[in-house]
């Protein structure tokens, strides 16, 4: 499923914007300020950002150069009142995919943001891992085992996705209670990775691949003798 991020603090117009994006194939996030915007991307990085300049604790292009300064292609669509040609320039160099001044017709904002979703489905590489005897689509959501097809949480997709792309190392317990969780819960039971861990080896019958490395995390291995 897609996911917008919607990060302006107008809660009228943030509001408005989610009504107006929302479909059946695609979920909206929204957030009022750059603190709970970070906060957010840490947990996922969505398909498209909808990042208005002015923000009550500071200006939206700190975010977008954080942004481009690590690894997420995701796209990027500026929301501002400015529309001096300086405002815009320095947007779009800093690495915006586009931008529109406000006011602005939602039909219009619609309609950029579709054409910027459907560019970056373009330029998607495919998500499917061969790991024999598995095979993991991520796209489409469909995960295989010896031919037979799993089905797997939300959670538990999450945290394969986590395992696999990262496999040969460790990952830490409290680095992926962070990336999985994603409901802004202020505590997570330590249980809950542990459980899931142990229904997606059950899932799988991956208890030769995914490793316990005890007191720091898990692993899934690279290659299993």
Excluded at 206 to 220: N, R
Aim: glycine share 6%; with cysteine; net charge negative.
């Amino acid at each position: 499923m897609e996911q917008v991020l919607i990060i302006e603090d107008d809660k009228g117009l943030n509001q408005g914007l989610c009504k107006a994006l929302k479909t059946d194939g695609r979920q909206v996030v929204s957030c009022i300020n750059l603190q709970t915007a970070r906060e957010q991307l840490l947990c996922q990085i969505p398909n498209l950002i909808l990042l208005d300049l002015n923000l009550p604790d500071g200006n939206g292009l700190t975010l977008l150069k954080e942004i481009r300064a690590g690894s997420a292609k995701t796209a990027i669509i500026l929301l501002t009142a400015n529309d001096t040609d300086e405002d815009i320039v320095n947007g779009l160099e800093q690495g915006a995919d586009d931008y529109i001044t406000k006011p602005f017709s939602l039909s219009v904002l619609r309609a950029r943001v579709n054409t910027q979703l459907r560019k970056a489905r373009d330029k998607e590489p495919m998500t499917i891992i061969e790991i024999e005897p598995y095979s993991f689509d991520f796209t489409a959501l469909r995960f295989c085992a010896n031919g037979i097809p799993v089905e797997l949480s939300k959670t538990e997709q999450k945290l394969l996705r986590l395992l696999v792309e990262n496999r040969g190392r460790t990952m830490e317990r409290a680095i992926l209670v962070d990336r999985i969780w994603t409901d802004g819960a202020d505590f997570v039971d330590e249980n809950a990775l542990s459980v899931t861990v142990k229904r997606l080896r059950d899932k799988l019958n991956a208890h030769k691949y995914i490793k316990t490395v005890y007191g720091i995390g898990y692993m899934w291995v690279n290659d299993y003798e």
